[in-house]
């Protein structure tokens, strides 16, 4: 893989996370819960996972430490990074078909 391909799937990787966390998943929670008040995103989760939109808390969680992992790299912690990229690489499948069923959930409610 070259440089330009593997900073592209991280970047993606990280902007997605972001904007699922911070937007979608928020959003889609106020959708079916009918309720648009302001809540911890831990509850957020819970909840959704409750619903079965998300696979599992626990799975959000994984995929965001390797998220945190990856946007803060430091040059003493290469073998670490490297972990960390093999890692997301090998569960990617797994990231995608949370998205997935989130935006299944999203467009049973809208469709």
């Known amino acids: 893989m070259s440089v330009a391909v593997l900073d592209q799937f991280l ?13 979608f998943l928020p959003a889609l929670f106020s959708l079916l819960e009918d309720d648009d008040s302001p809540k911890p995103f ?30 803060h790299e430091y040059p003493e912690s290469l073998e670490q990074t490297v972990q960390t990229i093999n890692l997301l690489h090998a569960e990617i ?18 469709g």
Do not use: H, P
Request: overall charge positive; aromatic content about 12%; glycine content about 4%.
């Open 11 to 23: 970047y993606r990787f990280m902007k997605m996370q972001d904007s699922l966390g911070t937007r």
């Open 42 to 71: 831990l509850d957020i989760l819970d909840r959704l996972e409750q619903l079965r939109v998300v696979e599992s808390a626990e799975t959000w969680q994984y995929f965001r430490e390797l998220r945190n992992r990856i946007a």
């Open 93 to 110: 499948q797994r990231f995608i078909n949370l998205y997935a069923g989130a935006r299944e959930a999203c467009l049973r409610r809208i």
